[in-house]
Nanobody, 119 residues
Framework: QVQLVESGGGLVQSGGSLKLSCAVS????????MGWYRQAPGKQRELVAG???????IYADSAKGRFTISRDNAENMVYVQMNSLKPEDTAVYYC?????????????WGQGTQVTVSS
């Protein structure tokens, strides 16, 4: 099993920056990709950024040029650096791990961390 714990959320003014962290523990070798998602009130959860085990990254259009996903394999951490934050970035941000266990694909969510951007 894999456990994810997010941290780093908070209140920031528009134009500011935050760096979210996701601590990964458990069956790490089963992880094939990691992602950051967010869910704003009344909206569906959406992918913000993802990174594969080979280091390939993907970003939502809303995050391109502002957010950077990275990982530290030695520390079992995944980060997202968020710059030029906007009020519409306000959401609960979740870390997600994509697992491959034998022939089965699974995913695990963290508990989420609140990001609030004031105008």
């Amino acid at each position: 099993q894999v456990q994810l714990v997010e941290s780093g959320g908070g209140l920031v003014q528009s134009g500011g920056s935050l760096k979210l962290s996701c601590a990964v523990s458990g069956s790490i070798l089963s992880i094939i990709a990691m992602g950051w998602y967010r869910q704003a009130p009344g909206k569906q959860r959406e992918l913000v950024a993802g990174i594969t085990s080979s280091g390939s990254t993907i970003y939502a259009d809303s995050a391109k040029g502002r957010f950077t996903i990275s990982r530290d394999n030695a520390e079992n951490m995944v980060y997202v650096q968020m710059n030029s934050l906007k009020p519409e970035d306000t959401a609960v941000y979740y870390c997600r791990a994509e697992l491959r266990i034998g022939a089965l694909d699974r995913h695990v969510w963290g508990q989420g961390t609140q990001v609030t951007v004031s105008s």
